[in-house]
């Protein structure tokens, strides 16, 4: 079975630095899509990015990015410029790419708290 | 789309009592669902659905837990007699069926059992 290891149970950071926060995975599958969601203290899980695992180029969306090193089963989010609105939990996830029962059903990492410093 | 829909919000409950949660899927989306968060465990998958048939029902924790989806746009989560252990976020998510596709999740509804 798949597992999803977050490391910082808790992180800061100052509003406009950057923060990179880190995810580590193990799977004997080569095929498979990883995640990043936020849940602010509104509680809503809202994906913040998606990374394919045959892909070599790494996912950005705006200030978010990730570094995914398939060999080290690493999956990081880097956080640039870092708002007050960042503030929230941050959940690892992966998913296989393959067929068959299970197969569409997320595993989640405990998550990592991060707080934002004005 | 409006999204996940989720009700209720909050559920304050005796011990004993029935609970049942409500969840309206994302249109179009063949996939559904369930998992539970707490703090000593995290997100927990429950059960899910395709086109409205359960696949994998190994993560309900006790006969006390069922869930049902009669149809695309609705799906419900029972607990039977509830207990205080109950206590938690349930979350709804939809996806469709490519294994890229992240999921969309509702609110929650947190569940307190006294």
């Known amino acids: 079975a798949q597992t999803v290891t977050q490391s910082q149970p808790e992180m800061s950071v100052q509003e406009a630095e950057t923060v990179t926060l880190s995810c580590t995975y193990d799977?004997?599958?080569?095929?498979?899509?990883l995640f990043w969601y936020k849940q602010p203290p509104s509680r809503q899980m809202i994906l913040v990015i998606r990374q394919e695992a045959y892909k070599q180029q790494n996912a950005t969306e705006n200030r978010f990015s990730v570094n995914f090193q398939k060999a080290a089963k690493s999956f990081s989010l880097k956080i640039s410029d870092s708002q007050l609105g960042d503030a929230a939990m941050y959940f690892c996830?992966?998913?296989?790419?393959?067929?068959?029962?299970?197969?569409?059903?997320?595993?989640f990492g405990k998550g990592t708290k991060l707080s934002v410093i004005p | 789309d409006a999204g996940v829909i989720q009700s209720p919000r909050h559920e304050v409950t005796e011990m004993g009592q029935e609970v049942t949660l409500r969840c309206k899927p994302i249109s179009g989306h063949d996939y559904l669902f369930w998992y539970r968060q707490t703090m000593m465990r995290g997100l927990e998958l429950l059960i899910y659905?395709?086109?409205?048939?359960?696949?994998?029902d190994s993560g309900m924790p006790e006969d006390r837990f069922s869930a049902k989806m009669p149809n695309a746009s609705f799906s419900t989560l029972k607990i039977q007699p509830s207990e205080p252990r109950d206590s938690a976020v349930y979350f709804c998510?939809?996806?469709?069926?490519?294994?890229?596709?992240?999921?969309?999740f509702g609110s929650g509804t947190r569940l307190t059992v006294v």
């Open positions: 996830a992966y998913r296989t790419a393959y067929s068959g029962a299970g197969s569409y059903q997320l595993t």
């Open positions: 799977t004997s599958e080569s095929d498979y899509y």
């Open positions: 659905f395709n086109n409205n048939v359960p696949i994998d």
């Open positions: 998510a939809s996806s469709l069926s490519p294994a890229g596709s992240g999921y969309t």
